[in-house]
């Protein structure tokens, strides 16, 4: 692998940029691979990356219905945030914070990380009280955010209408370390980083079986032919019912549409992501200009990949009561991501019931932010073959034991 | 957009009316029941690609339940039907068949 640096654009920019390499080779599947991951969006491949960085297992394959990074890692609004209220969650998501932090040197990739920090506003008595809440959770969990008052708010925020006819901000939880990366750099670094280690990444290569052998994963079966296993990593988000169901299990989980929308650029106005929660409504400005805007989930199942209308329009509706400046920009973009919800809201990483068989899933509507530490998590599973401290609590038994990770109640609905 | 017919009112109209509720035809278990009965009744889904029966309440109309079938690969709606039944009535699984032949029926 060609390093990037400085010193690699200078001497590309004396003979034409011929010299830079694809990131990652487009190999042809062996027979037999000691690991086996399904997916490559950012889990998969951070995984994957993981195996091999930390336990040296690094006989992996990555497979890939689409292309590298083209479900919910490229449709998501890029929000890196730990405020979690639970334990288990503020864990895996500051460790994954933690992990974005350095990723770009880590990767020699650049994520384009940007610590802007996070705001969460609180519009009613209840939400405010919430985030009380939540701060003092967070200072336990070693996760710094701080409950900052209206104010604040519009010091760090100027665009924002502290008294909004129907939702007035009574204050916010503030984690200045939160923030975004491109979420396409995510995928690519860490593909890059997999294909230097040796691993191959098959795009455009469906699962259509899972063999097993005596209760134990033995190979899948997909459109470039058999592929033997050891081991076997399904990290596919929304479609993760109907692996699961090849594999011969069910999930607690269910699969909705979940919508973005982009404005057309204007000039820097705003410098934090500021979610709404109550108003199902999130917004950042991107480095091109762009207001990247999310909102609330649909509630039927669905894996068409786009939304319903009425959706893009509440949110609207509330960010333009909260920020009346973008009521008259034009949205360039809309897209939907198909997210697997689980009953609880909170993510699944776990052994299944077929041996040597693991599995990811369950991110909802956040996913994104919990990338490298999902991956490190899901990477000690399997190398392991035992839950390590970080996903222990998120095995997909939890539901028959009743012991949930609630996050439904503690983080709203925006995720 | 969804256009769901309320079969209870009889009112057809688009989804912004209606409140989705889930899955349809649930076996349910109650107090006494094993964990494992317990767990598939109360959070494990068929979330098929495809063909879903589901629930639905007419919100802002007349308020009832019912039961509709969709496709969830395409948002096709089959058919709308009363929620007094334990499984899809006859009718809506020809219709399910003739549009999708390969389709492996209500399991």
């Known amino acids: ?415 | 957009m969804l256009l769901l017919t309320c079969p209870c009112c009889g009112v057809t109209a688009e989804e912004t009316e209606f409140a989705p509720g889930g899955e349809a035809h649930l076996k349910r278990f109650g107090p006494g029941s094993a964990d494992g009965e317990y767990e598939s009744y109360m959070f494990q889904r068929k979330n098929p690609r495809g063909v879903h029966f589901e629930r639905w309440r007419h919100a802002y109309g007349c308020g009832k339940w019912f039961l509709a079938a969709r496709d969830t690969m395409t948002l096709e709606v089959f058919g709308t039907y009363p929620a007094q039944t334990t499984e899809p009535p006859p009718e809506i699984i020809a219709k399910i068949k003739l549009k999708r032949p390969e389709w492996e029926g209500f399991q």
Not at chain 1, 156 to 182: E, F, K, S
Not at chain 1, 260 to 285: F, R, W
Not at chain 1, 348 to 355: A, E, N, V
């Open chain 1, 1 to 415: 692998m060609t390093r990037y640096s400085a010193f690699a654009i200078a001497r590309e920019a004396f003979r034409q940029h011929s010299g830079w390499k694809q990131a990652w080779s487009s190999p042809e599947p062996k027979h037999e691979y000691d690991v086996v991951i399904v997916g490559a969006g950012g889990h998969g491949l951070a995984t994957a990356y993981y195996l091999g960085h930390r336990y040296g297992i690094k006989n992996v394959a990555v497979i890939e219905k689409g292309w590298l990074g083209g479900g919910n890692t490229g449709r998501n609004t890029t929000i890196i945030r730990s405020n979690y209220l639970q334990d288990p969650s503020a864990a895996i998501y500051e460790k994954s914070r933690s992990l974005y932090e350095t990723l770009s040197q880590q990767l020699n990739y650049n994520i384009m990380f940007s610590p802007r920090g996070v705001m969460m506003l609180a519009q009613t008595e209840h939400e405010k009280r919430g985030y009380l809440r939540t701060e003092r959770a967070n200072a336990l969990q070693g996760v710094e955010t701080r409950f900052i008052q209206p104010a604040e708010v519009k010091k760090l925020v100027p665009i924002i209408n502290l008294d909004g006819p129907r939702y007035p901000v009574l204050g916010a939880l503030w984690q200045a370390r939160g923030g975004t990366a491109r979420h396409d750099a995510v995928a690519w670094g860490y593909a890059r980083a997999c294909s230097d280690m040796g691993m191959h990444i098959i795009e455009q290569c469906a699962v259509t079986g899972v063999e097993s052998d005596n209760g134990t994963v033995s190979a899948v079966n997909t459109t470039k032919g058999r592929i033997g296993c050891k081991k076997l990593g399904i990290v596919v988000a929304g479609h993760s019912g109907a692996l699961a169901d090849m594999a011969g299990f069910r999930l607690p989980v269910e699969s909705v549409a979940l919508q973005a929308l982009v404005s057309e650029p204007i000039k820097p106005c705003m410098d934090v992501v500021v979610m709404a929660n109550t108003v199902h409504g999130y917004m950042s400005q991107s480095d091109k200009g762009e207001m990247v805007i999310g909102g609330g989930a649909d509630g039927f199942n669905n894996y068409t990949q786009r939304g319903s209308w009425h959706h893009i329009e509440e949110t609207v509706r509330a960010l333009v009561e909260t920020f009346p400046m973008i009521s008259r920009l034009k949205m360039l973009r809309q897209w939907g991501g198909i997210v697997d919800m689980t009953g609880d809201r909170s993510p699944i990483i776990s052994k299944t019931p077929l041996g040597n068989c693991f599995i990811n899933c369950g991110w909802g509507t956040g996913g994104f932010k919990a990338i490298p530490g999902s991956g490190w998590a899901t990477a000690e599973l399997i190398a392991k073959g035992e839950p390590g401290p970080l996903s222990a609590e998120f095995s997909m038994t939890r539901f028959r034991e009743g012991r949930f990770i609630d996050e439904s109640v503690a983080a709203g609905v925006a995720h």
